[in-house]
T-cell receptor, first 111, second 112 residues
């Protein structure tokens, strides 16, 4: 079973920030938080990951709460091409890379 | 950028056929994976490999086998295709254990 909880769907207006929450209240100290997304008819795409510090790259920002029990993925200026299913995953490198993908959040960016 | 290429986007096979799904990655990654994706069930790991000629069972290996003769290529084999193997199959690779997974665009297999 996935160790994360995400809302099944969210809407966002084009050009606005999209904030996608993830709850991982049972996260262990050595587990990282990863985010992937899957655009329709494509394979999942890696976005970002972090351990306890906030992270930013060219695609998004990841905010992890101090107790690490939840995180938020931020797409600062959502476009129509960001419409996808977003997956939040916790992983510690064990099980030879067997990331468990849950059901994710379907983000719909609307004009 | 890492490129993971799956040989077919769409495939239609008959029940009982032997099916080969091929995957090639161009970044010299150690680890390669095969998943299947079904509506409502998310991604499920079938097999993975962490080195040439090495393989490990994932969560749902029954009815499948794999081959890794070269580092860049990881093949999934359906020994005798059945209708319940109709699915989207995704190949992925990654370098180290905490490195990101890089996925191919998938093969949508239909078994009739």
């Amino acid at each position: 079973d996935a160790k994360t909880t995400q809302p099944p769907s969210m809407d966002c207006a084009e050009g606005r920030a999209a904030n996608l929450p993830c709850n991982h209240s049972t996260i262990s100290g050595n587990e990282y938080v990863y985010w992937y997304r899957q655009i329709h008819s494509q394979g999942p795409q890696y976005i970002i990951h972090g351990l306890k510090n906030n992270e930013t790259n060219e695609m998004a920002s990841l905010i992890i709460t101090e107790d690490r029990k939840s995180s938020t993925l931020i797409l600062p200026h959502a476009t129509l091409r960001d419409t996808a299913v977003y997956y939040c995953i916790v992983f510690n490198g064990g099980s030879q890379g067997n990331l468990i993908f849950g059901k994710g959040t379907k983000l719909s960016v609307k004009p | 950028d890492v490129k993971v290429t799956q040989s077919s986007r769409y495939l239609v096979k008959r029940t009982g056929e032997k099916v080969f799904l091929e995957c090639v990655q161009d970044m010299d990654h150690e680890n390669m994976f095969w998943y299947r994706q079904d509506p409502g069930l998310g991604l499920r790991l079938i097999y993975f490999s962490y080195d040439v000629k090495m393989k490990e069972k994932g969560d749902i290996p029954e009815g499948y086998s794999v081959s890794r003769e070269k580092k860049e290529r990881f093949s999934l084999i359906l020994e005798s295709a059945s209708t319940n193997q109709t699915s989207m199959y995704l190949c992925a690779s990654m370098q180290g254990i905490l490195s990101p997974l890089h996925f191919g665009n998938g093969t949508r297999l239909t078994v009739t």
